[in-house]
């Protein structure tokens, strides 16, 4: 129900915009993020868009490098991520739930998960 687009491998320094697009649900009407998982390393949070305010939050590494945006009309949530670093590469999947702010970065209280597009800054 969740499709992820748009990874590929950049050089560090470079931009990628990853999409999440979904079936049967309208995202408007979820709190959507982005979490990511490198190799041997543990989910982590990057960045959400809540529910009906449309408040973003964003993990403290990527603050003022990556952007989480909505298209209503496209029914799509988009990570514009600029100035990509190597500790960036990893596995991103976008994921969908109605948490409480408080929870917002646990990978727990997402319900609806993509199958994720991998993420690679490499020279």
């Known amino acids: 129900q969740l499709l992820e687009s748009g990874g590929g491998s950049v050089q560090p320094g470079g931009s990628l915009t990853l999409s999440c697009a979904a079936s049967?649900?309208?995202?408007?009407?979820?709190?959507v993020a982005w979490f990511r998982q490198a190799p041997g390393k543990e989910r982590e949070f990057v960045a959400a868009?809540?529910?009906?305010?449309?408040?973003?939050y964003y993990t403290e590494s990527v603050k003022g490098r990556f952007t989480i945006s909505r298209d209503n009309a496209q029914n799509t949530v988009n990570l514009q991520m600029n100035n990509l670093q190597f500790d960036d590469t990893a596995n991103y999947s976008c994921?969908?739930?109605?948490?409480?702010?408080?929870?917002?970065?646990?990978?727990?209280?997402?319900?609806?998960w993509g199958q994720g597009t991998q993420v690679i800054v490499s020279s």
């Open positions: 868009v809540r529910a009906q305010t449309s408040n973003t």
């Open positions: 049967q649900r309208t995202l408007r009407d979820y709190t």
């Open positions: 994921a969908i739930g109605r948490p409480i702010l408080s929870a917002l970065r646990s990978p727990s209280m997402y319900y609806f």
